[in-house]
């Protein structure tokens, strides 16, 4: 990251009515970089709320210690849940824009100067483009797009001129307009990971809104990829953390349901997810087992499991 510029006073104007929220979780040394970063925007924002999701690191100490923050201190229930709290706060708190980052999420120094001059102009023109993200960097990952394309991620090296639009896009990085949440509501809580983000701004495009790609720098999201991927009738499968694999099986076939699927033909459409479990190389019972439960939760959907 370069070291940020001097701050002209048209740019600490700028970022006057932008509220960030930042989730964390026992990753305090992320969460100090993610902070170092949003302190030097060249448009500083009007406030920082921090949500700790119940970290047992010294991160609540820390946190508590920092005179420019807001914090809110939660159980951990996820980080749908601590999104969740985040933006109904930052809103309540007078943002007109939010800024959305996850503490691994290391911000451009000019992001909210450049991404909401964009922004703002696109949104003023119409109202229905309110929802942006920029150009993110993945620590070992070329540069790449938060977005998806004809339902798939998209993952490419991508240097555009002009906003492009995607079907749905993640939470780092996100930069919404209040209107937005005004219409569609808040993401939803059971999800605890996995789908949170993906649902909610596929709920703002049916509710009218557009999303969009910026050509600005938004940061490097420093993702800590636990997953490898495995080879399976000719096709290449994540393979996630273990105590992940219940929510990836659970929340997707979830997704579907919520969007339409037939409650057979969700649960179906992911059954290779499960059998792809048993080519893993370490602890493939308790993959299998989870996986196994995921399913029959998304079957059921049973919504309980929040930890």
Known sequence: MTRARAVEPSSRAAAADVGVVIVTHNRLALLRQCLASVRQQTAPPAFILVIDSGSTDGTAAWLDAQPDLRVCHLPNRGGAWAYHVGIREA???GATWLLLLDDDCEVAP?????GLALARAMQAADPADAVFT?????A??????HGVENGRWRS????PDRPCPSEALGFPFLLLHRSVVEAVGLPYTFWFIVNDDVEWTRRMRRHGFRLHLLPVEAGVHHARHERHRVRWLGRSLAGYAPWK???????????ARLEGAPRLGAALRHLPHVAARLLHPDRRRERLRLALRGWWDGLRFDLSKVE
Not at 110 to 114: K, P, R, S
Not at 134 to 138: S, T
């Open 91 to 93: 809103q309540a708190q």
């Open 110 to 114: 000019t992001y909210l100067a450049d």
């Open 134 to 138: 920029g150009r993110v960097w993945e």
């Open 156 to 159: 490419a090296p991508l240097h």
């Open 140 to 145: 070992g990952r070329k540069v790449f797009f």
């Open 245 to 255: 694999t219940y929510y990836v099986l659970r929340n997707g076939i979830i997704l």
